[in-house]
Nanobody
Framework: QVQLVESGGGLVQPGGSLRLSCAASGFTFRSYAMKWYRQAPGKEREWVASIDGSGGMRTYTGSVKGRFTISRDNAKNTVFLQMNSLKPEDTAVYYC?????WGQGTQVTVSS
């Protein structure tokens, strides 16, 4: 069955960096666009970034553009989200999404 397993979240100070990973299984990974979403406390889940199957097309929501980078390794069935210059407003649970499936999420907390 389809599984999406996120990792890499944690507590980081403002201005710091984290790299999230999402390991996928149960479907032909390279055939699907992969997306990252996030949900902050009391807010709706919002789209953060997308990457197409080949990795050649990447898009970002405006608030993370220039700070976050989405990438993928089709040989390892894994998608990444490199997050730099983190801000307190980036605090959220980050979810991986593909092919109508969601991961369980990983908590990112940006605080001094």
């Amino acid at each position: 069955q389809v599984q999406l397993v996120e990792s890499g979240g944690g507590l980081v100070q403002p201005g710091g960096s984290l790299r999230l990973s999402c390991a996928a299984s149960g479907f032909t990974f390279r055939s699907y666009a992969m997306k990252w979403y996030r949900q902050a406390p009391g807010k709706e889940r919002e789209w953060v970034a997308s990457i197409d199957g080949s990795g050649g097309m990447r898009t970002y929501t405006g608030s993370v553009k220039g700070r976050f980078t989405i990438s993928r390794d089709n040989a390892k069935n894994t998608v990444f989200l490199q997050m730099n210059s983190l801000k307190p407003e980036d605090t959220a649970v980050y979810y991986c999404y593909a092919n109508t499936y969601w991961g369980q999420g990983t908590q990112v907390t940006v605080s001094s």
